[in-house]
């Protein structure tokens, strides 16, 4: 048990749910004349082998307790059946208990082929989860169009901000070298409905557009075709110069738009279902359209233009920042794409991360959603825990992802939540995405920890229905992945709702962000300044003093607040209605301000430090706990990086009240622990290396 398997480990269903089981497939109805249809039945005949210890027989016809597979076209069968599919689009999918000449039998029907491979993943996470097959009437289709993974893959196979060892992409050995693992990546990622991936890191290298690298990526498009996957690459928007000679990469120079054109053609040529470009231009030191005083909706419709004879997409990112210091980054985003709106062609997405900032522990959601009408806006969370304690901490991101994507940006009066910004219901866009920055990488477990895999899973879920609830989608994971055991699954699903809590205590509670060692991210450095721009540092963010601590944003100060519908703006920049947990990102405050506790700011702040290791050492004695329901080999190493997470949660805590009560002067409260070393010797810590950072 190395992980390996993730969630569809397929183990043997026991005692009288498995006969109950067996009853209702004891035959499976399936074609395979198309690769999708292939796949799809294989995965059947090996799930089902697993749970009931042997694969249904494959036959022709229908008898009790056969399970019927396809689409109207594929299967004679399901055609006479007269299913109403017209709803569930090309990726739906019913799965239903029917009569079937006569006989009990449950189809697993939809449009297209890759709707039946989604169903038949469905089907087998019910008999995963211990669900009754009886009377089946399950619809379901996605509410997000683009559900599509961002590796920041760089093609020397170091990946940025991975924790899970090097690439999965092996580029030396593609394309003649396929290895199984790509297959196993598809399915894993067909079975939670994902069907897009960029290869390469945003941060791009123009020679992932040449034509030996899109041979390369040719030939994991063929891999991934059967599980609905289309593959993406990020484009370097100055790659007309550094691959095709020309003196410029100006958007509006009609050599360089010919050059776009050519090599679309050209990738299309190679892939035909080709996704598309994600671009991150003028952004951190990122070419883009601004070098030539044009403006990214003329960079990304360059890029549109070029696709869309082909039918691909552009993503273009939001997360820019200019090379002048603005007085808030956080309002950078909003000011230049703001105006934008309705200036990119149909084929364009803008791409937005969940918060203003930079995918912190916690952040209110970015204006920008609710803020673009016109524009499909994409979201961007990112799965890799980069601010969140690498792979080693345990947090599940499930929560963090259902608050922002249930925050109500009140566009359009009450209930205007992000999901349906991001769904297209708001304002109407049929072309709706979510994308997630990978956690995969070339370790066994394929996302650097056993519970990692937990987030790479809950993105899957949440891109295909933004509305799910984390905690139901831990619940699954955690029977799928560990156990089926009631009251293990609730044991482990509480310790892992409440984590990312916890690394908002211990890391920046009550609002903070960004204080994170620089460039690695890794460990505390509230005490950073200097440098080359002051909005890489702390103390920019925190702005304590004497007299008190966080960041003004109201309109007192950076006024980023106004960015907000006005009942947002108001409710997040008065202090009687701002949440505590965005306080000290929206106002500074004096230590003794009184919280929602009772006590004063800065014991409050102790106090949550304080409460967030407490949580972990928690987790650790539940994870002791549960030694004799778990695998040894998962078990030891989920109970080792419990141990390094209390360390590092408990350097947290101590870093941050040493550095803290040395600005504010006060005493810690009655009852918690002062740190016990010297805000110098914290300062001292360095960590030469840390995995993920370089570029
Ligand atoms: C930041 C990362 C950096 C990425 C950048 C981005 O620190 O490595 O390149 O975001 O999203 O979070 O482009």
Known sequence: EDGYDLWLRYRPVEGVRADAYRMRVSRLVAGDAMPTQAVTR??????????????????????????????????????????????????????????????????????????????????????????????????EAPRVKLRVLNHWDNLDGHVERGYAGASIWDWHKLPDWRAPRYADYARANASIGINGTVLNNVNADALVLTPMYLEKAAALADVFRPYGIRVYLSARFSAPIEIGGLETADPLDPQVQRWWRDKAEEIYRTIPDFGGFLVKANSEGQPGPQD???????????????????????????????????????KQAYSEFVPLDGEFRDNVMVQVKNGAIDFQPREPFHPLFGAMPDTPLMMEFQITKEYLGFATHLVYLGPMWEEVLRADTHARGEGSTVAKVIDGSLHDHRLTGMAGVANIGSDRNWSGSHFDQANWYAYGRLAWDPELSSRSIAEQWVRMTFSGDDSFVATVVDMMMGSREAAVDYMTPLGLHHLMG????????????????????????????????GFDRTASGSNA??????????????????????????????????????????????????????????????????????????????????????KEAQRWRDASIAYFQGISGLPLPEGYAPPPHSLEYYESLEFPYAPGSGR
Do not use: C, K
Request: without cysteine; aromatic residues 10%.
């Open 561 to 646: 607040v106004a960015q907000y519908a006005p009942p947002v703006a108001r409710e997040f920049g008065d202090l009687e209605t701002v949440p505590e947990e965005f306080l000290l990102w929206f106002h500074h405050v004096p230590w003794d301000y009184r919280t929602q506790s009772g006590r004063p700011l800065w014991d409050e702040l102790v106090h949550r430090y304080t409460r967030g290791v407490d949580y972990v050492r928690g987790m650790r004695e539940t994870w002791r706990g549960l030694a004799g329901d778990v695998d040894p080999e998962r078990h030891a190493q989920v109970a080792a990086f419990l141990a390094i997470q209390e």
């Open 292 to 330: 030539y005083g044009r403006s990214h909706a003329d960079g990304a419709n360059l890029l549109a233009d070029a696709l869309a004879p082909h039918g691909g997409t552009v993503m273009w990112r939001a997360f820019v920042y200019s090379d002048e210091e603005p007085d808030d980054r956080a």
């Open 42 to 139: 294989a995965e059947l005949l090996r799930g089902l082998g697993g749970l009931l210890g042997a694969a249904p027989p494959l036959s022709e016809a229908a008898a009790d307790g056969a399970v019927v597979v396809g689409t109207p076209m594929s299967s004679p069968s399901i055609a006479r059946l007269g299913l109403e599919l017209g709803d569930l689009g090309r990726d739906g999918y019913l799965i239903r208990s029917v009569t079937l000449d006569g006989h009990a039998a449950t189809v697993i029907a939809a449009n297209e082929d890759i709707g039946a491979l989604y169903g038949a993943f469905h089907f087998l996470r019910l008999l995963q989860t211990g669900q009754s097959i009886e009377r089946l009437d399950v619809r």
């Open 518 to 549: 620089s460039n690695h991210h890794y460990g505390p450095g509230p005490w950073l300044g200097g440098g080359p721009r002051t909005d890489w540092t702390s103390v920019y963010y925190h702005r304590a003093t004497r007299a008190g601590i």
